[in-house]
Each structure stands twice: as C-alpha cells, then as structure tokens.
C-alpha cells in the first residue's frame, strides 16, 4: 500500500476529512518527506519540534534520526490517530501535544525549549498562520531554533527569499533575523486533497545575533526599526522619501536628506531596499 492508499485508509478508518479551513492537504510522496528530513540536518542528539505533524508519517521519519520530537498537532481528532499510531509502532521519543502552537510558550512539555533548550523546527504550516508563525518564534521567542525547515505555499517562500528589487515588509522581517533558502518546489499533485497552489520546501536559519551594533538598544530599538520598515511600505508604487514624509510628517526635503544621508539614492523605493540599506537608514532617523 502506498502513501497516498494509506492516507486515504486511515482517514477513512477515523473518518477525518480534510479540512481546507485548516489547511489539511496530506503529503503523500515518501520522497519528498526525505527531502525534508535531509534539509533539517539532523543529528542523533536534536531535539525537533514538528508542528501539523498530521498522519504522522514525517513524524515517525525524525524520531528515527534524534532523541526527542515534540508534535503540536491543533486538531483534536489527529491529535488522538497520532498517538494511536504511534503507540501500535512502538514509537517512545515522540510526545503529542495537542494545542495551537502560537497559544504555547510557557506549557510543557515546550517549557524547556522556550526556557534555553536548543532544538529545530520542522513545520509543514497551515498557510494562514505563516507571518504570526514567524514572527513568533523569530522575533518573539526568546529562545530562537537553531533552524527551520518549512513547507510554505511557493508564492510566500518566494517573496521571503527575494532579493532587492523585490523585497516586501514580509522578506524584511525574515531576512533580518535568520538567512531564507528555498530548497525544493513541490507541486500541488503531491497533496491530497490537491490544493490549489504549488508549495515550497524553505530552509530557514537564524542568525546568531540579529543586526547589530545599529539595533544595540535592544528590543525597543527592534520596534523603532520596523516601524520605519513598515512606514516605508506604506504605499507600495510612491518613492520611499513620500512615504517617510508623509508617515513622519516631515517634509519631503527633509525625508530625502535624511535618505542621501544613508548612502541611498533619492528616488529610491521601499522594495529596493535590503536588510543593510534599512539599517543605514534607521541610524539616520
């Protein structure tokens, strides 16, 4: 029986049905599981945190390769089929946790990692909680993974990854504070149910410190910068010095001086800007 008779075996078993409201698109090539296994790098001694572990078919491929996989799975129902596969597999380093992981900083069995425990991140994420996922555990988890190994839909991997020309708030945001690669596209016919955009395999890893020393004022300093970041991506076709003028209510003389001062072309716009061009440009407002 292969991956996708089994899917469709066990959901018949349970009676679950995918729900698309909850991003519920099964994975059913073996092939690219590995593929995700091997661009986690994993070692005997890591401990991961999969998140929408769903049939448990990635799940049971990591606890083959560490010490420890702690499953979030937000669904009641494939929460309780998990632990029962798991249990008839013999399966003992996987603990299934089932709760919403951007409601979970402080419970256990997570405690530990959030509380200074180093462990990796392999989520393939339901597309509505990207940005929050992110901004979570880059941004406000004071215990950052070592790395993170996602299946994102193809089109959001690609504006994280972008380069000048073509950044957006979003690629700001990651790029800040980790390195983005996309490591693999994985077409829609891999699902079931088959969705209705093609999907990513991002390799995500953060840095050992986030930019410094133009942000060594710390978390309010982090506030500060992406409040200019998001001033200027307010208005996405005007030149960054409108949207700075208008969103600082200073003049636009004063806005461009303040963008010549960073070493920036005057007519420059928001997208164009990378990681280091928004750096220079905070230490000057």
Known sequence: MNLFEQT????????IKPARSKGQNFLIEEKIYDDIVEAADLKSNDVVLEVGPGLGFLTAKLAKKVDRVIAVELDDKLAKVLRTGLMAQGIKNIEVVNENV???????????????????????????????????????TENKPKLMVLMLQKEVAERIVAKPGKMSLLAVSVQFYAKPEIMQIVSAENFWPSPEV???????????????PPL????????????????????????LKNNLAASFKISQDEAESKIVKAGLNSKIRAQELSVDDWLKLFVCF
């Open 198 to 212: 093609d999907s990513a395999i991002i390799k995500i890893t953060p840095h050992p410190t986030p930019f410094n």
């Open 8 to 15: 469709k075996e066990l959901c018949r078993l349970y009676d």
């Open 102 to 140: 951007l409601d979970i900083t402080d419970k256990t069995p997570l405690t530990p990692l959030f509380k200074g425990g180093s462990y990796k991140i392999v989520a393939n994420l339901p597309y509505n909680i990207t940005s929050v996922f992110l901004r979570k555990f880059l941004s406000e």
């Open 216 to 239: 060594s004022g710390g978390r309010d300093n982090e506030k500060d910068f992406f409040r200019l970041v998001k001033f200027g991506f307010s208005a996405k076709r005007k030149m």
